[in-house]
């Protein structure tokens, strides 16, 4: 059995040191590669260096030995790669696109390497968010039995994979070659690592939450208990009071709303490159960011529009 096609097989040598910081700032593009570790690939094995960086700092980065990456059967994002890096290199490095499929040596037989690398790629077709670190393997050192499969490997998750939450749900995999009538099920463990906004300081009850105090952790989902707030592109303000070092869920918070219903602003109709500006009234309330009803003074015919101001609603064909 093998993967489908785009991916190819590497080897990784569980090992990692790199050398000083590149003089420029560089971007590279991880692309999307399998991994085995046990032999000898390098960073520039799986990254395509984009712009313009200093040659030999480069170089000598490209050429720099992988480290373990996990101790699972892995999807793992350009994000866990990057902090792999020293931290003299952190801020001339950017590493964008992924994710890598990783198996450790644990994985010895080409039978189990095709089956996790099949599985994986289908759960990262199926759940596409590329920053999320999914680790799967077999419960109580069981292993999938490849002989007798005809045809690609095709797989069922009971529980779905729509979803981080449902991913984690599932108990085992069913699994059989595209030719064959029937699927057989082995018992897996699922793990998925997202990130997570997290107080950096302690924020008072009524405080407005700024971008200093909010950092972003890689946190197992299945221990989270709540559901994450959404900081980005919006103004909060803390329903609680949220300790140093915290998950901020979504119940810590409230938006601060930026138009109230009823409120006097200005509509800004857009159409490609041409926009009009006209007075209008709020039907709904909304934080920024938020679409809501809107209606121009003069007709009273509503329209959906984005909050972009606290005065002003654009509305886009």
Known sequence: MTASAGRH?????????????????????????????GQDPTLGSVCIATGDGNGAALGGLLSSPLPELSKHPALIPARELRKELPKSVDSNVVLVGGPLIYLPKAIRSDGERSFYSALLQYI??????????IEVWASSGQTPEMSGLHGRLMFQL??????????????????????????????????????????????GYGQMLSADEIGYESRNISNLT?????????????????????????????????????????????????????????????????????????????????IVSPTEVIVED
């Open 9 to 37: 097989l590497l080897f990784a040598v569980l090992l990692a040191t790199v050398p000083a910081a590149l003089g420029a700032a560089q971007e590279l593009y991880l692309s999307d590669s399998v991994v085995v570790a």
């Open 124 to 133: 990262e077709q199926s759940l596409p968010e590329r920053s999320l670190r």
């Open 226 to 306: 709540g559901t994450p707030a959404r900081v980005e592109g919006h103004r909060l303000q803390a329903a609680s009071a949220i300790s140093r070092g915290s998950v901020i869920y979504a119940d810590m918070v409230n938006k601060v709303l930026a138009i109230t219903a009823g409120k006097q602003i200005r509509i800004a109709f857009r159409k490609g490159n041409v926009q009009v500006t006209v007075p209008g009234s709020a039907y709904q309330s909304g934080g920024l960011g938020d679409r809501i009803s809107v209606a121009p003074l003069t007709t009273g015919t509503r329209f959906t529009g984005t």
């Open 158 to 203: 009971p529980a779905g994979a729509g979803s981080p939450q449902a991913l984690v749900q599932n108990g085992y995999v069913q699994y059989k070659g595209e030719k064959d009538p029937y699927f057989q099920n082995l018992p897996i463990n699922v793990r998925v690592d997202e990130l997570v906004p997290v107080a950096r300081a302690p924020i």
